[in-house]
C-alpha cells in the first residue's frame, strides 16, 4: 500500500498537457502555511497560495511541526507533464519568530548556494530566484493580514524568520545544471509565472502551432513571437496597438512557429526575448530548451571578438557562466555591441530558416531586458519597409 505521499504524487503524461507548480510557489504555500499555524496555533488541512501571475491555487501542508517560536511544514512539488526532476519533491519552510523587526529569507538543507556571478543573485545568497522570493514574502505578508490587526506594526517590532528547504535537494541538483553554474549544495527556487508549463512535449509544441493559426484566422498579418510570459507582457508594451490574439508565447519553439507563420500567410513577425533565448536562436537553434542545449561561452567570446570588443571583455565572457553573466559583463563594460551583434545574427538565423521553408517573413528581433528594456533590435529590409509604409 502507498504512503499517503505517494498518494499526493500524481502520475506525468509525456505527452500530456496538464500544468504543475513551481518549487517557487510549493516554497511559497509551505511558508504561509507554516505561518498561519504559527499564530493561530492550529494546523489547517490546506492552504490557498498566491502566484506571481495572479492566479491562486489550494496546496495539503505535510510533515507539519509546531512549536512556541517555530512552526515548518512541507508541500509535495508537482511538476505537470514536464519532465521535471524535482516532480514529487518535497518543498519545505520553517518560519521562526525572531527578535529582528521585518522579514528575512534564507535557504536550508537542499537549497543551492550562489558560488559564481551571472544568475541574477548574489555570490553566496540562497539560490532562491527573485521572482519566487517576492512570490513567498507577498504570501507570509498575506498570512500575517489574516492573523494579525496590524501586521506592519508587529513587522516593525519583531519579524520572522523564513527559512526553505528541499530535503532531497542536493541529489536532485545533480541532475540539474546547477553545478555547471555554481549552485552547490542543492537545487533552485524558481518560476517566473508560478506555474510549469509542459514546454517540452509534442502537445505544448502543437498548441503554439494552434496558437498561431487562431491569430491568422482573426486575418492578423503581423504577429509578435515571445519566449515566455515576461518576455510577451514586455512585448504588449512595445506593440501596444495590436490586440491581445496577436501575441504568441512560444516557448522553446521558435522554428515551429515561424514555420506556421510563413504556412498561414503572416507577413511580419516580431521575435521578443530574453538574452538565453536569443544566444541559442543565434546559434541557429529553433528549439531552445536547456535540456542538451547549454549556452556556448566560446560561441559568445567570438561573437564579442566580431562585434570589436576589448580582449578583456573577451576573455571574461569566455569564461562567463550563463548568458545572463555575459549580457552583465557587457553592461559592466560599457558596450552594447556585442548584444547588437547577437541579436543580428538571431535574425539570420530566423531568416536562414524560414529561407530553407522556401519563404520570406519580415522580421524584427528584439532583445529586452529582464526589466522589459529594449537592449538591441534588428530589423530586416522587409521589416523596415512595411513600417516606414505603416507611418505614411
Same mark, same amino acid.
Not at 8 to 25: A, W
Not at 324 to 345: D, F
Given at each position: ?5 505517494? $498518494? ?6 509525456? /505527452? ?24 493561530? +496555533? ?16 489550494? *496546496? ?29 519533491? !518535497? ?5 521562526? &519568530? ?25 555570490? +553566496? ?20 493580514? %489574516? ?15 523564513? #527559512? ?45 502551432? /494552434?496558437?498561431? #493559426? ?16 515576461? =518576455? ?18 512560444? =516557448?522553446?519553439?521558435? +522554428?515551429?512557429?515561424? &514555420? ?15 538574452? =538565453? ?6 546559434? +541557429? ?14 560561441? *559568445?567570446?567570438?561573437?564579442?571578438? %566580431?562585434?570589436?570588443?576589448? $580582449? #578583456? !571583455? ?9 548568458? @545572463?553573466? *555575459? ?19 538571431? !535574425?539570420? %538565423? ?5 529561407? /530553407? ?15 522589459? @528594456? ?11 519597409? *512595411?513600417?516606414? $509604409?505603416?507611418?505614411?
Amino acid at each position: 500500500m502507498g504512503t499517503y505521499r505517494d $498518494e499526493l504524487v500524481l502520475p506525468r503524461n509525456r /505527452k500530456g498537457l496538464r500544468t504543475g507548480y513551481t518549487t517557487g510557489t510549493n516554497a511559497a504555500a509551505a511558508a504561509k502555511a507554516a505561518t498561519l499555524a504559527l499564530f493561530t +496555533g492550529a494546523w489547517s488541512p490546506t492552504v490557498t497560495v498566491s502566484l506571481p501571475n495572479g492566479e491562486t491555487t489550494t *496546496m495539503t501542508p505535510l510533515h507539519v511541526q509546531l512549536h512556541a517560536e517555530t512552526a515548518s511544514c512541507c508541500m509535495i512539488k508537482d511538476g505537470g507533464d514536464d519532465p521535471d526532476v524535482t516532480h514529487g519533491a !518535497l518543498i519545505c519552510a520553517r518560519v521562526t &519568530k525572531t527578535a529582528t523587526a521585518g522579514l528575512t529569507l534564507t535557504g536550508g538543507v537542499g537549497v543551492g548556494r550562489v558560488t559564481l556571478p551571472g544568475l541574477g543573485l548574489p555570490v +553566496g545568497e540562497a539560490a532562491i530566484n527573485p521572482v519566487p522570493r517576492q512570490q513567498i514574502l507577498a504570501n507570509v505578508q498575506a498570512a500575517l493580514a %489574516q492573523v494579525l490587526p496590524d501586521p506592519q506594526a508587529y513587522l516593525a517590532q519583531q519579524g520572522l524568520e523564513i #527559512e526553505i528547504s528541499v530535503p532531497d535537494g542536493e541529489r536532485i541538483a545533480q541532475k540539474t545544471l546547477n553545478p555547471r553554474l555554481g549552485i552547490v549544495g542543492g537545487i533552485s527556487i524558481l518560476g517566473t509565472s508560478g506555474k510549469v508549463y509542459p514546454y517540452s512535449t509534442a502537445a505544448w509544441r502543437a498548441s503554439v502551432v /494552434k496558437a498561431v #493559426e487562431v491569430a491568422t484566422y482573426q486575418q492578423l498579418d503581423q504577429l509578435v513571437l515571445a519566449t515566455g510570459a515576461r =518576455s510577451e507582457a514586455y512585448a504588449m508594451q512595445l506593440f501596444p496597438n495590436l490586440p491581445p490574439i496577436a501575441f504568441v508565447e512560444i =516557448s522553446v519553439f521558435t +522554428g515551429a512557429a515561424l &514555420k506556421t507563420c510563413l504556412t498561414h500567410g503572416v507577413k511580419y513577425v516580431a521575435l521578443v526575448a530574453m538574452i =538565453s533565448r536569443i544566444v541559442k536562436t543565434a546559434q +541557429g537553434r529553433m528549439v531552445t530548451h536547456v535540456a542538451g542545449n547549454p549556452v556556448d561561452m566560446a560561441f *559568445m567570446a567570438e561573437v564579442c571578438r %566580431q562585434a570589436g570588443a576589448p $580582449e #578583456e !571583455l573577451i576573455t571574461a565572457v569566455a569564461n562567463a557562466n550563463t548568458a @545572463r553573466h *555575459m549580457l552583465e559583463l557587457c553592461q559592466a563594460a560599457g558596450t552594447s555591441a556585442p548584444l547588437e551583434r547577437l541579436v543580428t545574427l538571431a !535574425l539570420e %538565423q530566423c531568416e536562414r530558416f524560414v529561407a /530553407k521553408l522556401g519563404g520570406s517573413l519580415a522580421l524584427d528581433v528584439i532583445l529586452v531586458d529582464f526589466d522589459g @528594456r529594449v537592449l538591441a533590435r534588428q530589423r530586416n529590409a522587409r521589416a523596415i519597409t *512595411m513600417q516606414q $509604409e505603416q507611418e505614411l
